[in-house]
């Protein structure tokens, strides 16, 4: 099963990940150290967004942790993370106003969004699945046939994880463009301010972009396999 391609194309897409994810904290965390003239905090950013966009029935609370900001469709609530809650600096806006954005495509019923979200427990359950059968196919390697439908198997719960990261890339894509279209409308950012929340936003963007090449990789060499076990 781990194939030398396999644990190349694995270590090529760890690598490019790691690289985005410290190229993305570092750029957030210049960012929060530039306070915005606008004064607002992310908790007040959101409240604003949320309330002029005319959705009354999410709260906006604080998480612990840092870049654990997310909104949940379940209790309607958006997460900021507490530097993300209290700050007052362009990371901050931000992150606030891109999470808002995802509380906005929930009230209009986004299709992506529904899609994402129908997806979870698939692609939970997939990916539990894919261990199992890892550990099974070491032990079913002297089956031709059942390694065989063991991969199969592998290549059915990567093509959920797949679209999965695909329809991820929109979702957030969305998002960003409603939270940076808003904060300028309303004067959150100005001139330079938005130009360095669109990099912070762009650089986030890029982390789903090489999930989702990897995801896609991945399963096209799954498929590669199985195709050359079957000539």
Same mark, same amino acid.
């Given at each position: ?76 609530? #958006?997460? =900021? ?8 600096? %362009?990371? $901050? !806006?931000? &992150?606030?106003?891109? +999470? ?70 929109? #979702?957030? =894509? ?8 808003? %904060?300028? $409308? !309303?004067? &959150?950012?100005?001139? +330079? ?39």
């Amino acid at each position: 099963m781990f194939h030398p391609g396999y644990l190349v194309l694995l270590i090529v897409f760890m690598v490019i990940g790691l690289l985005v994810q410290f190229r993305l904290k570092n750029v957030f965390s210049t960012f929060s150290k530039i306070p915005l003239r606008s004064g607002y905090s992310g908790k007040e950013i959101a409240e604003k967004m949320l309330r002029e966009s005319g959705i009354f029935d999410v709260k906006v609370i604080s998480t612990e942790g840092r870049l654990t900001d997310h909104y949940n469709p379940k209790d309607r609530t #958006v997460n =900021l993370s507490e530097d993300v809650y209290e700050g007052r600096s %362009i990371t $901050a !806006a931000a &992150i606030a106003a891109h +999470e808002c954005g995802h509380a906005l495509q929930h009230a209009e019923n986004y299709s992506p969004l529904k899609l994402r979200s129908s997806l979870v427990p698939v692609v939970n359950f997939a990916s539990t699945a894919m261990n199992f059968i890892y550990i099974g196919m070491f032990v079913l390697a002297f089956s031709y046939q059942l390694y065989n439908q063991a991969l199969l198997a592998i290549i059915i719960a990567q093509a959920f994880i797949t679209l999965f990261a695909l329809v991820t890339l929109p #979702v957030e =894509l969305d998002a960003s463009k409603r939270a940076l279209a808003w %904060i300028s $409308a !309303a004067g &959150i950012t100005r001139g +330079e301010e938005q130009q360095k929340a669109e990099t912070g936003l762009r650089w986030a963007a890029m982390t789903y972009f090489v999930a989702a090449l990897a995801a896609v990789a991945q399963l096209l060499f799954f498929i590669m396999q199985y195709s050359n076990r079957r000539d």
